[in-house]
């Protein structure tokens, strides 16, 4: 199992900024991809971005430039962030952990609220 908890959501205003923080614990492996998923009231849940342990990144076009995506393997920890934020962008944002690739499970976080305001 792997426990997932994220922090950092919030209000902010349209253009404004935020940074999202997800701690994965448990029975990790050592090759995984770490990334971030966001649902929108009546939207179905799409990929925001990804990023491996080896450090490859992967971006929805829409927010490429945008957001930043780090993580710091030793903490086993995942960041994104996101600047110039739009009110559509509001959203439940979902930490996701992901080695099936490798043999292993995916999981994922509880989800955090991101709400931008015009």
């Known amino acids: 199992q792997v426990q997932l908890v994220e922090s950092g959501g919030g209000l902010v205003q349209a253009g404004g900024s935020l940074r999202l923080s997800c701690a994965a614990s448990?029975?990790?492996?050592?090759?995984?991809?770490l990334g971030w998923y966001r649902q929108a009231p009546g939207k179905e849940r799409e990929v925001v971005a990804r990023m491996t342990s080896g450090g490859s990144t992967n971006y929805a076009d829409s927010v490429k430039g945008r957001f930043a995506i780090s993580r710091d393997n030793a903490k086993n920890t995942v960041y994104m962030q996101m600047n110039s934020l739009k009110p559509e962008e509001t959203a439940v944002y979902y930490c996701?952990?992901?080695?099936?690739?490798?043999?292993?499970?995916?999981?994922w976080g509880q989800g955090t609220q991101v709400t931008v305001s015009s």
């Open positions: 448990g029975s990790i492996f050592r090759f995984n991809t």
């Open positions: 996701n952990y992901d080695a099936t690739t490798w043999g292993g499970m995916t999981s």
